[in-house]
């Protein structure tokens, strides 16, 4: 077993890597962490940021995922799986796990934001429009702000 201020020092430094933006390293530093604490809902997310990061949606997923095995209701690991199936153009999908993360925290703007940016989409794909990346870009930018309530 592993002193607690070793694993700390492990974790504090995969998080560190991540706001270095060395995701690649951070993901090594957080496998390392959960082979010596693998019930940590935290050390699961941080591997699932620095998988994601790097586009590897399939294991930040299930990264992602095993956080909410441990802790159902962590609200990162439910809008991580959600911009991971936004990311892939599964958007219906992607809405369920908004609506997860409004119905826990209701007062938080983004999901929202999700959420409508996400209909604009499926709305989109279903009337065969298309919608340049710049308006969307825009339109974030503006539910952001508050400017456009969904």
């Keep these: 077993m592993q002193s607690g201020t070793y694993l700390r020092e ?3 430094l995969g998080n560190s890597l ?3 933006q060395r995701y690649e390293e951070a993901e090594h530093e957080f496998e390392a962490f959960l082979k010596l604490d693998s019930l940590d809902v935290q050390g699961w997310y941080g591997l699932g940021v620095s998988l994601y990061q790097q586009r590897k949606y399939e294991p ?7 956080s909410l095995n441990i802790y159902p209701k ?16 599964r958007f219906s999908e992607s809405e369920k796990y908004w609506l997860k ?6 007062a938080n703007v983004n999901p929202w934001n999700e959420i409508g940016l996400v209909k604009l989409k499926i709305f989109s794909i279903k009337k ?10 825009w339109i974030r930018l503006m539910l952001y702000h508050g400017i456009i309530l969904v």
Aim: aromatic share 8%; no cysteine.
């Design 10 to 12: 492990s974790f504090d």
């Design 18 to 20: 991540l706001n270095l």
């Design 60 to 66: 930040a997923k299930s990264a992602y995922q095993k």
């Design 74 to 89: 962590y609200l990162d690991a439910l809008v991580g799986i959600g911009a991971i199936l936004r990311d892939q153009n």
């Design 101 to 106: 993360v409004v119905e826990l925290d209701s």
């Design 128 to 137: 065969q429009l298309t919608f340049p990346e710049k308006l969307l870009k």
